[in-house]
């Protein structure tokens, strides 16, 4: 099973003869995709996106490819994963999980482009009739309760029921009195701009040891918040289900991991109440759905973590369309320059914080290549460690 199979006869979508990648720079990250060609004249498409090592994601993908999935059939999806993911000895881990995730992404956009269906068509079809969003990235400012409330409404204004954002600067194991008042205060400022009837969730980015993230629990209380992401580093998992314990709103969690075998210690320990994989993280459309069925088993729910381009954006919207645990997906598409959608030819557009039902098969969109040579990667660095780095500002 773990070499290609010539013998079955080829689905509608051929067999696969090439694949290439290809780098977007914008002024926040580099964006990574991936193109798939086979013997029938079709493409399909993945993103590859990595926060800081796109290259050398870019690079793994191809050799994968050419060890793993030259002469296959994009329809053999489940022996592609496993031949892909256990041939290569990948064992888990940020690029090969990347690498998995796109060129999964890029079998159902291959499969749906095939018999000319949508590719949620292929991934439980559809249990709801649009996908609610919320923003992330609109707080790129000062870190002053006044400009995180301005750009708050700002946000509001555009449609958006629910927003996200880190209050807590470069704060690392410990808050100081002054930063942890500060931090609270940007959470009070940003709950009065937008009012009771907006969600608002508050993102821990993994940065805070167990008495810390207890404290802040207390302080985030009277806020009202949606849940509090990743408020501990992963190292200390065991420590998760005590604070859910003290919690009064929900735990979040889990973008850092890239597969089943990597979530096996979450769902053990039920340490989160919410799930966050990345579609372009996690193995992709296979293995999400199933990590999403494990965590309907624990009464977890799925909120994507998506901090990509607007092409993972709609590969979100065709898997969450499916998935009947879901509650909303995370969308930085705000963020992010004009030309960038011009490089993504059929991102799935936002209207007042959410997104309908696709019609166009597979994912319904391509790569320009044009813009792509007008916008070369940049591979610099942004330290979310740093003074500032809510500003995006690279180096």
């Avoid at 290259?55 to 053999?76: K, N, S």
């Avoid at 990590?291 to 998506?306: K, R």
């Avoid at 645990?325 to 030819?345: H, M, P, Q, R, S």
Wanted: net charge negative.
């Amino acid at each position: 099973m773990l070499t290609v199979n010539r013998t079955r006869p080829a689905g509608p979508a051929g067999r696969i003869t090439r694949v290439e990648t290809l780098m977007l720079g914008t002024s926040w990250r580099d964006f990574g995709y991936v193109r798939v060609h086979t013997d029938e004249g079709l493409s399909g498409i993945g993103e590859i996106t990595h926060p800081y090592r796109v290259r050398e994601v870019c690079a793994l993908t191809e050799a994968l490819a050419q060890r793993h999935l030259i002469g296959a059939d994009p329809f053999d999806i489940e022996e592609l994963w496993l031949r892909v993911y256990q041939g290569d000895f990948l064992r888990g881990g940020d690029m090969g999980g990347v690498a998995l995730s796109g060129l999964d992404q890029a079998m159902y956009d291959l499969m749906g482009k095939a018999l000319g269906v949508p590719a949620y068509r292929l991934t439980g079809g559809a249990c709801r009739d649009e996908v609610r969003v919320y923003a992330n990235g609109w707080y790129t400012g000062e870190r002053e309760p006044e400009t995180f409330a301005a750009k708050a409404k700002e946000t509001v204004a555009k449609g958006f029921t629910a927003l996200k954002f880190d209050p807590f600067g470069p704060g690392l194991h410990e808050l100081e009195r002054a930063e942890l008042r500060r931090s609270v205060d940007l959470v009070a400022a940003v709950r009065e701009a937008i009012g009771p009837d907006v969600d608002l969730f508050i993102e821990g980015h993994a940065r805070f040891a167990m008495p810390t993230a207890a404290r802040l629990v207390r302080e985030l209380e009277p806020f009202d918040i949606g849940w509090f992401e990743e408020p501990m580093p992963w190292t200390h998992i065991e420590r998760y289900a005590e604070l859910r314990q003290r919690a009064a709103f929900p735990i979040s969690g889990g973008e850092h991991f890239h597969n089943r075998y990597e979530y096996k210690p979450l769902f053990a320990t039920n340490a989160v109440d919410i799930i966050q994989p990345d579609l372009s993280m996690a193995g992709g459309f296979t293995e999400v759905r199933k990590l999403a069925a494990i965590a309907d088993t624990h009464g977890m729910l799925v909120a994507p973590h998506n901090s990509n381009s607007p092409l993972c954006t709609t590969v979100s919207v065709h898997a969450t369309l499916g998935i009947p645990n879901f509650k909303i997906l995370e969308t930085f598409d705000g963020l992010l320059e004009d030309y960038v959608f011009d490089a993504l030819k059929g991102t799935l557009p936002i209207t007042d914080g959410h997104i309908g039902l696709p019609t166009a098969p597979g994912l319904g969109v391509e790569l320009v290549d044009e813009v792509f040579e007008e916008h070369p990667p940049s591979h610099r660095f942004w330290n979310m460690f740093a003074d500032g780095w809510e500003k995006r500002n690279r180096t």
